[in-house]
């Protein structure tokens, strides 16, 4: 017998001596504000006030240097509407954001599904998916400029086994964002993993079990049983791994410095480009608060979409 | 915590860890704590804070300096803190609107014209006219890039150039003569393409193309050499749009583009293994990249000319400077003081002897002295000889940032094809007159 | 008895082990690529590491790396002030986040769903942006309200990140697809809110929480901005930051600085390769079957 049955069971057996007392609503709004209040209050602290802060930066001109910073009224986002670097960096963070966030979903929920059994060496796979978290990106970043160098790297060698001629990766401006993507669903892989895995130990094998004498599929079974049972933490993942694509820096930091020709300059390295190169601070904060819409909105898409299609068996 | 104690067989086990990890915690904090008291207090001297970025001989050298100081001063005690270079400008600025900068750091030349413009930022003009101190006799393009607008914001901390470095044994394996003091692009292009091995995946020469500064200054050289300018005097619009712009950039097109002999290289980092692995013939590179090259036989030589034209044979430097903070007058005499203790010249032979950097200052570079850097690290002499070569620095102007942008988008797009000389030329001539329009108004 | 060996013997063509070994062997290798990279730097002699491409098989094992990174710099130091960071990180995540996770997922008060909006979008700008902000009201807490949690001190490291809108929202989700019953009978029987929260769901939660500790354990063990920012003594560094002590400007030491990388991921892996089975708890031990 496990924990919680047998203290539900001890519980259900001696009937409940104040249960006529309990006032549900005030002590439920008692408890919620008590609950979240301590976390809470370090993440606003840390977090909400940063935020406001910036917003207020991005009025301002402010070169960091100075420390004169004149309120400019809307100069700033007016400047960003008229500047086709702008532009470009919001294609390239949605095309990223496109392709990286599904492709990390897909490879992270096929490696889970396989993963999560009982066979030899099981443990070791997960560490080897767990561990792709842990690399640093300059390892990382260093390993995947040479698999997609165009003379020596790994790729183009295997392109010319297929006959496929060798291509220029990261030396194309048309490639290059592509090669960052693939680089970034490698290094993602194993948080997808990991969080999948967690909610997969939440599919009780009995309804699996259950579709499997009613004669469905092993395929159909996942799609019907399994799948809607993941969709909270597919939510979750969609959210988390949105909310960091569109806030790519790292990668692109370390390995094409937003090059070649723009082509991976997405909107978060403009912004430090512009704050840390260039010394328009104000700028940048507004670049911030125009990328913060971006993904408040899509966050609230998410949110909404998910709420249609997310299974809480509660 | 509660949320341990499940009651059953695993629940027993994560209790036990939950208490291993508690004791672990309290273990930790308390030792955490104990340091904490200890730090702070600097008695009676000064303590000078300095945020360097020294590594391997150079972090040794330099703590060794360190100490031989705060001997000779008692009370004294530099305090130095190593932040990665690249990292010094985010963490300065951080800690100047917190109020709490260093009293030293050590910051890239190419930020002194926005540097110049912090308030807490040491005016250094007087202190480096200063009996003893003998400015002039740190090198020309130092001397420039310690100086915003007439006022000289850092002492010199670092020195380099471009050169070629090339790989004797290729040269050799190709026919070819190593190149010559009096060489010239034509002859760099023609020895590039017979370098050039598609069989052996061998290279006749590479260049970086991120599109950054390190793309940019690679081909300001050539520029220069060609006779041209960056900016017009008064550095409010271009002057690289000229015909000796478009030499430069047609010297470079033809290897990348027409005869295939140059590596590009997109992230600035694979160049110099390529090198070292004997897969490229001639690099033009600076002297930090000759220690990384064990594996092979190089040369260096100084920079090939264009003949026919005023520019002669030339380079560019991109030197580093220290940086005092105003923390008050007796932090900032003291700084002051060590900075220039640092820089003379027993300190920079020492320093230049242990670490192969070239030296700071024109004095210490005399022929025996280079000799002996020469034992240590063949070639280094001919970067410290090309000092003398370094005829102009970079337009000293806040916006050259934006410039360089602009500049290294235009070197890119010609070397990947993307577009010919002289429309890139053009447009990148409009966009620098624009940016500059912009930042004047 | 494995699973998939008690399947065997219904099938007609048999593998000599689970065919997800075909899957997970190539995908495993793929994953693992740049760690083969990372240790066989780490054993080269410089010469050998800076070659390109890479050499994957050195002519012999350079394990002085490891002795001379060490010496390099305080490791021991950097060692103690992460494991102190990280450690005190995950404890708090998980008491807080626990915490405010279950009353966003289970608990109706005013304000809820502003507040958990609020949380999230403390997600959405980046940092570039908020690090002054960050840094100035770090400064003022530590001259303020308390000198421990101010610039240059380790609670500094610690405090910003006691608790995580990724864990509130992660365990959040996961608290939702546990079923309410248990809690409403345990409601029912008189339990406190508390109590039913420890009793009941976190029991049920290990796996998240679990998966939580790792994360969290992880992101702490590598942050380098925020510690690159408040630290300005060699003496409360981390171990990202004396990680880039072994890469100047122009040149990097490769082969100490994929050393003392080995050294850092060393701990992450062994506690990730210890604790993993408490990840992946079948459903009939947390008494989840049958529901």
Redesign the interface.
Same mark, same amino acid.
């Given at each position: 017998m496990t924990a919680p049955a047998a203290l539900l069971r001890k519980r259900l057996e001696s009937p409940p001596a104040r249960a006529g007392r309990r006032r549900p609503r005030a002590s439920e709004q008692l408890a919620g504000w008590a609950f979240v209040t301590p976390g809470v209050a370090i993440i606003l602290l840390f977090g909400a006030v940063p935020i406001v802060w910036s917003a207020v930066m991005s009025f301002q001109r402010n070169n960091l240097l100075t420390g004169k910073t004149p309120y400019v009224g809307l100069r700033n986002y007016r400047l960003m509407l008229h500047d086709p670097v702008v532009a470009q960096a919001v294609q390239h963070t949605f095309v990223y954001t496109a392709l990286f966030v599904p492709g990390t979903m897909i490879v992270g929920l096929f490696l889970a599904v396989a993963m999560n059994r009982k066979i030899r060496f099981i443990s070791f796979y997960r560490t080897a998916a767990y561990a792709t978290m842990a690399i640093s990106t300059i390892s990382e970043a260093i390993v995947f400029i040479w698999l997609f160098d165009p003379s020596y790297g790994v790729v183009n060698y295997f392109l010319s086994l297929v006959g496929i001629p060798p291509q220029q990766f990261l030396n194309s401006p048309s490639q290059a964002l592509y090669v960052i993507v693939a680089m970034t669903i490698w290094g993602w892989t194993g948080f997808a993993v990991v969080i999948y895995l967690a909610a997969l130990q939440g599919v009780p094998q009995m309804l699996v079990d259950a579709a499997a004498v009613d004669g469905a599929s092993k395929w159909t079974t996942f799609r019907r049983v399994t799948l809607p049972l993941l969709s909270p933490a597919s939510l979750f993942l969609a959210v988390w791994l949105t909310i960091n694509a569109l806030q790519l820096f790292d990668e692109v930091f370390l390995s094409t410095q937003g090059g070649p020709l723009n082509a991976t300059t997405v909107l978060v390295y403009y912004l430090y480009e512009q704050a840390f190169v260039n010394f328009n601070f104000g700028y940048a904060s507004a670049i911030a608060y125009f990328l913060f819409l971006i993904i408040l909105v899509v966050t609230a898409i998410q949110f909404r979409v998910g709420r249609r299609f997310t299974y809480y068996r509660s | 915590?509660?949320?341990i104690?499940?009651?059953?067989e695993?629940?027993m086990r994560?209790h036990w860890l939950g208490v291993a990890?508690?004791s672990?915690?309290v273990a930790?904090?308390l030792?955490?704590?104990g340091?904490?008291a200890s730090?702070g207090g600097s008695g009676g001297g000064h303590t000078i804070?300095i945020w360097e970025?020294?590594?391997?001989a150079?972090?040794k050298a330099f703590a060794h300096l360190v100490s031989v100081y705060q001997k000779q001063n008692p009370g004294t005690t530099v305090?130095s803190?190593?932040?990665?270079?690249?990292?010094t400008?985010?963490?300065v600025?951080?800690?100047?609107?917190? #109020? =709490?900068p260093?009293d030293i750091a050590y910051l890239y030349g190419s930020w002194a014209p926005?540097?110049a413009?912090?308030?807490q930022v040491v005016n250094l003009t007087k202190v480096v006219q200063g009996p003893g101190v003998n400015w002039n006799d740190f090198w020309v393009g130092e001397r420039d890039v310690a100086t915003v607008n007439g006022k000289v914001i850092g002492i010199p901390a670092l020195v380099d150039n471009l050169a070629v470095v090339y790989n004797k044994t290729l040269f050799a394996q190709a026919g070819l003569a190593p190149p010559g003091p009096g060489w010239t692009w034509q002859q760099f292009v023609a020895d590039a393409a017979k370098l050039t091995n598609p069989a052996k995946?061998q290279?006749g020469t590479a260049y970086v193309?991120? #599109? =950054?500064e390190d793309t940019v200054w690679h081909w300001e050289v050539l520029l220069w050499e060609a006779g041209g300018q960056i900016l017009k005097p008064g550095n409010k619009q271009a002057a690289f749009g000229s015909p000796a712009g478009l030499q430069a950039l047609t010297t470079l097109r033809q290897m990348a583009v027409t005869n295939h002999s140059m590596?590009?290289d997109?992230?600035?980092?694979?160049y110099?293994?390529?090198f070292?692995?004997g897969?490229i013939g001639m690099l033009v590179t600076?002297p930090?990249?000759l220690?990384?090259?064990?594996?092979v036989h190089d040369g260096v030589q100084i920079m090939p000319a264009f003949p026919g034209t005023s520019g002669g044979h030339q380079t560019i430097s991109g030197p580093d400077n220290w940086v005092i903070f105003n923390n008050g007058a007796s932090q900032t005499a003291a700084a002051e003081k060590f900075l220039l203790w640092l820089t003379a010249p027993a300190q920079v032979k020492y320093w230049s002897l242990a670490t192969g950097d070239l030296p700071i200052r024109r004095s210490v570079a005399a022929p025996s002295f280079l000799q002996a850097m020469n034992k240590s690290l063949p070639g280094v002499d001919t970067f410290v000889t090309n000092l003398g070569n370094v005829h102009q620095a970079r337009p000293q102007i806040?916006s050259y940032?934006?410039v360089s942008?602009i500049i290294?988008?235009m070197v890119?797009?010609v070397l990947?094809g993307?577009s010919q000389p002289q429309a890139a030329l053009n447009s990148a001539a409009q966009q620098v007159n624009q940016a500059l329009a912009a930042s004047n108004g | 008895m494995t699973a998939s060996a008690q399947a065997l013997p219904r099938r007609r063509f048999r593998l000599p082990f689970s065919p997800w070994h075909l899957v997970l062997v190539p995908a495993t290798v793929a994953l693992l690529f740049p760690f083969v990279w990372l240790i066989v730097t780490s054993v080269e002699t410089p010469a050998e590491a800076l070659h390109f491409p890479p050499i994957l098989i050195p002519h012999e094992l350079h394990l002085a790396n490891y002795p001379n990174a060490l010496a390099a710099a305080p490791f021991g130091r950097f060692f103690l002030n992460s494991t102190v960071v990280a450690v005190t990180t995950v404890l708090s995540n998980l008491v807080l986040c626990s915490l405010a996770g279950y009353a966003f997922a289970r608990l109706r008060f005013l304000g809820r769903g502003l507040l958990f909006a609020v949380i999230m979008t403390t997600l959405m700008v980046p940092f570039q942006v908020t690090m002054i902000p960050q840094f100035i009201i770090t400064k003022w807490l530590g001259v303020h309200v308390l000198a421990q949690v101010g610039i240059n001190h380790i609670g500094a490291l610690i405090l910003p990140n006691a608790a995580t809108a990724f864990g509130i929202f992660f365990l959040r989700q996961f608290f939702k697809t546990l079923p309410i019953e248990y809690e409403e009978s345990a409601r029912v029987d008189g339990a406190s809110r508390l109590k039913v929260l420890w009793r009941i769901v976190l029991p049920l939660s290990v796996p998240a929480l679990a998966t939580l500790a790792a994360l969290t354990f992880l992101d702490s063990w590598n942050n380098f901005l925020w510690p690159l920012i408040v630290v300005t003594s060699t003496d409360k560094m981390t171990l990202p930051l004396g990680l880039a002590t072994f890469q100047g400007a122009h040149s990097t030491e490769w082969t100490l600085l994929m050393a003392a990388n080995v050294m850092s991921l060393a701990p992450m892996l062994l506690i990730f390769f210890a604790a993993q089975r408490y990840f992946i708890r079948s459903v009939a031990a947390t008494g989840l079957a049958g529901t």
């Amino acid at each position: 017998m496990t924990a919680p049955a047998a203290l539900l069971r001890k519980r259900l057996e001696s009937p409940p001596a104040r249960a006529g007392r309990r006032r549900p609503r005030a002590s439920e709004q008692l408890a919620g504000w008590a609950f979240v209040t301590p976390g809470v209050a370090i993440i606003l602290l840390f977090g909400a006030v940063p935020i406001v802060w910036s917003a207020v930066m991005s009025f301002q001109r402010n070169n960091l240097l100075t420390g004169k910073t004149p309120y400019v009224g809307l100069r700033n986002y007016r400047l960003m509407l008229h500047d086709p670097v702008v532009a470009q960096a919001v294609q390239h963070t949605f095309v990223y954001t496109a392709l990286f966030v599904p492709g990390t979903m897909i490879v992270g929920l096929f490696l889970a599904v396989a993963m999560n059994r009982k066979i030899r060496f099981i443990s070791f796979y997960r560490t080897a998916a767990y561990a792709t978290m842990a690399i640093s990106t300059i390892s990382e970043a260093i390993v995947f400029i040479w698999l997609f160098d165009p003379s020596y790297g790994v790729v183009n060698y295997f392109l010319s086994l297929v006959g496929i001629p060798p291509q220029q990766f990261l030396n194309s401006p048309s490639q290059a964002l592509y090669v960052i993507v693939a680089m970034t669903i490698w290094g993602w892989t194993g948080f997808a993993v990991v969080i999948y895995l967690a909610a997969l130990q939440g599919v009780p094998q009995m309804l699996v079990d259950a579709a499997a004498v009613d004669g469905a599929s092993k395929w159909t079974t996942f799609r019907r049983v399994t799948l809607p049972l993941l969709s909270p933490a597919s939510l979750f993942l969609a959210v988390w791994l949105t909310i960091n694509a569109l806030q790519l820096f790292d990668e692109v930091f370390l390995s094409t410095q937003g090059g070649p020709l723009n082509a991976t300059t997405v909107l978060v390295y403009y912004l430090y480009e512009q704050a840390f190169v260039n010394f328009n601070f104000g700028y940048a904060s507004a670049i911030a608060y125009f990328l913060f819409l971006i993904i408040l909105v899509v966050t609230a898409i998410q949110f909404r979409v998910g709420r249609r299609f997310t299974y809480y068996r509660s | 915590m509660a949320w341990i104690r499940g009651g059953n067989e695993d629940g027993m086990r994560t209790h036990w860890l939950g208490v291993a990890a508690a004791s672990c915690v309290v273990a930790l904090g308390l030792a955490a704590c104990g340091s904490d008291a200890s730090s702070g207090g600097s008695g009676g001297g000064h303590t000078i804070s300095i945020w360097e970025g020294w590594t391997g001989a150079e972090a040794k050298a330099f703590a060794h300096l360190v100490s031989v100081y705060q001997k000779q001063n008692p009370g004294t005690t530099v305090s130095s803190l190593y932040v990665n270079n690249d990292n010094t400008l985010q963490k300065v600025l951080t800690a100047v609107r917190g #109020g =709490s900068p260093p009293d030293i750091a050590y910051l890239y030349g190419s930020w002194a014209p926005n540097v110049a413009q912090i308030p807490q930022v040491v005016n250094l003009t007087k202190v480096v006219q200063g009996p003893g101190v003998n400015w002039n006799d740190f090198w020309v393009g130092e001397r420039d890039v310690a100086t915003v607008n007439g006022k000289v914001i850092g002492i010199p901390a670092l020195v380099d150039n471009l050169a070629v470095v090339y790989n004797k044994t290729l040269f050799a394996q190709a026919g070819l003569a190593p190149p010559g003091p009096g060489w010239t692009w034509q002859q760099f292009v023609a020895d590039a393409a017979k370098l050039t091995n598609p069989a052996k995946k061998q290279f006749g020469t590479a260049y970086v193309t991120p #599109g =950054s500064e390190d793309t940019v200054w690679h081909w300001e050289v050539l520029l220069w050499e060609a006779g041209g300018q960056i900016l017009k005097p008064g550095n409010k619009q271009a002057a690289f749009g000229s015909p000796a712009g478009l030499q430069a950039l047609t010297t470079l097109r033809q290897m990348a583009v027409t005869n295939h002999s140059m590596y590009l290289d997109p992230t600035d980092s694979a160049y110099a293994n390529l090198f070292n692995s004997g897969k490229i013939g001639m690099l033009v590179t600076g002297p930090w990249d000759l220690s990384a090259f064990p594996n092979v036989h190089d040369g260096v030589q100084i920079m090939p000319a264009f003949p026919g034209t005023s520019g002669g044979h030339q380079t560019i430097s991109g030197p580093d400077n220290w940086v005092i903070f105003n923390n008050g007058a007796s932090q900032t005499a003291a700084a002051e003081k060590f900075l220039l203790w640092l820089t003379a010249p027993a300190q920079v032979k020492y320093w230049s002897l242990a670490t192969g950097d070239l030296p700071i200052r024109r004095s210490v570079a005399a022929p025996s002295f280079l000799q002996a850097m020469n034992k240590s690290l063949p070639g280094v002499d001919t970067f410290v000889t090309n000092l003398g070569n370094v005829h102009q620095a970079r337009p000293q102007i806040a916006s050259y940032p934006k410039v360089s942008q602009i500049i290294g988008n235009m070197v890119v797009s010609v070397l990947l094809g993307k577009s010919q000389p002289q429309a890139a030329l053009n447009s990148a001539a409009q966009q620098v007159n624009q940016a500059l329009a912009a930042s004047n108004g | 008895m494995t699973a998939s060996a008690q399947a065997l013997p219904r099938r007609r063509f048999r593998l000599p082990f689970s065919p997800w070994h075909l899957v997970l062997v190539p995908a495993t290798v793929a994953l693992l690529f740049p760690f083969v990279w990372l240790i066989v730097t780490s054993v080269e002699t410089p010469a050998e590491a800076l070659h390109f491409p890479p050499i994957l098989i050195p002519h012999e094992l350079h394990l002085a790396n490891y002795p001379n990174a060490l010496a390099a710099a305080p490791f021991g130091r950097f060692f103690l002030n992460s494991t102190v960071v990280a450690v005190t990180t995950v404890l708090s995540n998980l008491v807080l986040c626990s915490l405010a996770g279950y009353a966003f997922a289970r608990l109706r008060f005013l304000g809820r769903g502003l507040l958990f909006a609020v949380i999230m979008t403390t997600l959405m700008v980046p940092f570039q942006v908020t690090m002054i902000p960050q840094f100035i009201i770090t400064k003022w807490l530590g001259v303020h309200v308390l000198a421990q949690v101010g610039i240059n001190h380790i609670g500094a490291l610690i405090l910003p990140n006691a608790a995580t809108a990724f864990g509130i929202f992660f365990l959040r989700q996961f608290f939702k697809t546990l079923p309410i019953e248990y809690e409403e009978s345990a409601r029912v029987d008189g339990a406190s809110r508390l109590k039913v929260l420890w009793r009941i769901v976190l029991p049920l939660s290990v796996p998240a929480l679990a998966t939580l500790a790792a994360l969290t354990f992880l992101d702490s063990w590598n942050n380098f901005l925020w510690p690159l920012i408040v630290v300005t003594s060699t003496d409360k560094m981390t171990l990202p930051l004396g990680l880039a002590t072994f890469q100047g400007a122009h040149s990097t030491e490769w082969t100490l600085l994929m050393a003392a990388n080995v050294m850092s991921l060393a701990p992450m892996l062994l506690i990730f390769f210890a604790a993993q089975r408490y990840f992946i708890r079948s459903v009939a031990a947390t008494g989840l079957a049958g529901t």
